[in-house]
Every structure is written in C-alpha cells, then in structure tokens.
C-alpha cells in the first residue's frame, strides 16, 4: 500500500482550501474557538453554504444533489474541513445522510428516494435513530417494538432508548418486530416513521456530563404509510446491517484526522502542565501516538477497499472497536496529566463524543466532559463485546457464541439440536 495520495487528489485538495478561505470568515480559528451559542449558530449557516455548493452529501450521486465525489476526494475534504475546524454537516446529518441516506440510495426505490433525499438535504426531515431497546441493545436482534399493518399503514407500538438527537428530529427509523412467529433475525422490518404525531414521545435521559444529547422514545399507536418499508417486509435485518456498514466504513476514513487533532492538543497541555518531564507520561504518551498511526492505516485500508468498490461491511467493525476503547485511554490520561484541576474543572465544555472541536481551548473542562463522554464510547454503536462477536464469526469464521440456558435445560442441553 502506497500511503501518498496521488496528485489528483492533491488538486482536489487545493480546490477545498480555495472554497474554505473563500467562505470563512477572517482570522478564522475554529469552530471549538467559539461559545456554544456561537457555535450552533456558526453551524446552521454553513450547512447552509454547504447545501448551496453541493457539499453536504459529498458522496451521493449529483442526481440526488450530492457532490458525486469519488471517495479519495471524500477523504481530502474531510481532511481540510477538520484542519479548518468546520463542520460537515450538522448534528442530525450523521443519522439523515452517512446512515438513512445512504441506506436510501442501496436499498431504497426510486420513488423513495426521490421523495426523501432532498428533503434530507434542505433539512426539511431531520433524522434520529430508532434501534437499541431496554431489552435489546447489544442484542438487537432481540428487540420488541410491533408493528402491525392496519389497512395502508402500519401501526408502532414500544419503546426505543438511547435515540441521539431525537429532541432535533422529525424523522426516526425503525427497526420494528413485524412477524413475530418469525426467527428473531428474519421477523424485522426497516421502517421511515414521522415523529410529529400524538403517537410518539420523546423524553430526554441526562448524562453524568450534565447534557442530555440521549433520549427515550415511545410509540403508542404511531403510524406511517405502508409505504414507508425500506427494503422487504420482515427482511430489515439485512437493511439495518448496511446502514451500520456505512456508520462505521465512513468513519474509518476520517477519525484518524480527529484523534490526531485532539492528541495534538493533548501533547500540548502535557507542555504546559510540566507533564512532558515525567517518563510515565512521555511513555504513555508515546502509546497513544502509535494507536493514532495505526488508526490511520486502518483508514487507508478501508478506503483502498472503498476505491476498488467494496461496500461497507462486518469487517468495519474492527475500527469501531479500536477507537472506542482507544478514546477512553486518552482521556484518562488527560485527566491524570490534568491532575487535582480535573477535581474543579472550569472553561468550555467539550460538544462533541469523539474528540473536542478544532480550535478548543485546553481548558479541564473539555478534557473532563470528553473523558466522561468516552465512558459510553464502547457501548454505544454497537458494544465492544458485539464488535468482537462480529468479527469473530463473520470476518474470521469463528464458532457463534454459545446460547444462553433456556428456562428449566441445563447448558449442555440448549446447545443440543435435539
């Protein structure tokens, strides 16, 4: 693997810093530089101006007003808009464009897509997430919400919990149990459901930061056109098996500039702290240096398979995994560089669950908020336990997990065909 990029992405490249120095302001240092008011507000115009040059979903097809890039030009804009501190899209834009819109565009019909994709683009449909339940969440495929058709609808009822942003959305899809007599895996259907309507509700969960990005939402009665399926009825396992592909393919290509920002930073405070004299630091510092580096390479594989054609896949999994429980690491070491300040910490909060903004000051406050934020890193998305099961049978074809005891068999007896 060659890990230069070649000279026409190096033009494409140019083209960016062009556009950026065109449309930000002078003396720009960085979305994190601002409040959080500022901030949102920052945020909101230039999604705005990224709707306006085609640059929102950088990936879709222009026939869908995307910016029809290849993914090598993907990755250098992600590259250029991280160093600037900007933005690619707003909050909800992970879930309405890198997972339900690219969802759309490998499953969705074309009606559907014509239907959905603008108005995820002009930001008239905001999108959260409808997976994870109380009694299903590294077990998906557990989950209990019905959905029963009732003439040319389908009616919701259940609870869905850790539905990120839900509070900014208009639009959730769903993963809704709609054979029950069905296996666990082949009973599900992939559902567009409206939230505003008196039969969803949506109530907010703190977090030991104090925010409450995390919310549970109930469906009582909710309905949606019959319409609304994406893909086959009772197939949506396969559908929701794709969209996580493309929430963690995606990222595979961009964190790495991410982590490498936010150790910069890291490295910096260990400067001004005197930190950087101890070699219990320096050593640990070191560690997180490397685990940046081959987070890198780990990018520059998935996108040599993004480039040869390969859609995303359970091998994205390993990505996930290795910058969840990464990013607890580095945290707690910049708490421990941070040292009694952590106790009382004070400035501005960290916004965001990866890494702080570019252009963030190194204040304890956003080293404490991202080292409490990262406790959830290896839940979330999928747990480190689910990560490792997936790559292990379906990257490596290891035996599946051995299945729990059934109510009244002893261990050996449920793992008996007969």
């Known amino acids: ?90 909050t909800n834009d992970t879930f309405s464009i890198q997972m339900v819109g690219n969802t759309l565009l490998h499953w969705g019909t074309e009606e559907q897509k014509r239907h959905f994709l603008p108005r995820i683009l002009s930001g008239e449909d905001v999108w959260c997430q409808g997976y994870s339940e109380p009694g299903a969440g590294s077990d998906l495929a557990n989950l209990g919400t019905r959905a029963v058709l009732d003439g040319d609808e389908w009616v919701i009822d259940g609870q869905k919990t850790w539905t990120s942003a839900a509070h900014l959305a208009n639009w959730i899809f769903v993963l809704a149990r709609t054979d029950p007599e069905a296996s666990k895996h082949k009973g599900i259907t992939f559902l567009l459901v409206p939230m505003d309507q008196p039969g969803v509700e949506v109530r907010p969960i703190k977090m030991m930061t104090g925010l409450s990005e995390f919310n549970e939402t109930f469906f009582t009665g909710a309905r949606t056109p019959r319409a609304n399926v994406v893909g086959a009825v009772n197939g949506g396992w396969g559908v929701a098996m794709t969209l996580l592909g493309y929430e963690r393919g995606e990222a595979a290509a961009t964190f790495p500039i991410m982590f490498r920002a936010e150790l910069d930073r890291l490295f910096d405070l260990a400067r001004k702290t005197g930190a950087a004299t101890d070699p219990n630091i320096r050593q640990r510092l070191a560690w997180c240096y490397s685990k940046v580096e081959i987070m890198r390479y780990l990018g ?45 910490p004070s400035g501005r909060m960290s916004t965001g669950f990866q890494a702080d903004d570019v252009g963030a000051p190194n204040d304890s406050a956003s080293w404490v908020t991202a080292f409490l934020m990262s406790r959830a890193g290896s839940i979330y998305a999928g747990s480190s336990q689910i990560q490792r099961n ?29």
């Open 1 to 90: 693997m060659d890990p230069r990029y070649p000279p026409d992405a190096e033009a494409y490249r140019e083209k960016v810093r062009a556009f950026l120095g065109e449309h930000l302001p002078s003396g720009w240092g960085g979305v994190g530089a601002l409040d959080h008011d500022a901030a949102r507000q920052f945020a909101a115009e230039w999604r705005v101006t990224l709707y306006e040059n085609h640059l929102l979903a950088s990936s879709w097809p222009k026939a869908y007003g995307g910016g029809g890039l290849t993914p090598l030009e993907q990755v250098v804009l992600a590259e250029e808009f991280y160093r600037a501190g900007v933005p690619t899209g707003s």
């Open 300 to 344: 520059m594989r998935t996108l040599t398979k993004f480039l040869a054609g390969s859609e995303p896949g359970p091998a994205e999994s390993s990505f996930k995994l290795f910058w969840s429980e990464y990013h607890q690491i580095v945290t707690e070491l910049s708490v421990d560089i941070l040292g009694a300040a952590a106790l009382t």
């Open 390 to 418: 997936i790559l292990g049978e379906m990257v490596l074809g290891l035996p599946k997990e051995p299945a729990p005891p059934t109510q009244g068999k002893s261990w050996r007896e449920a793992q008996s065909p007969t």
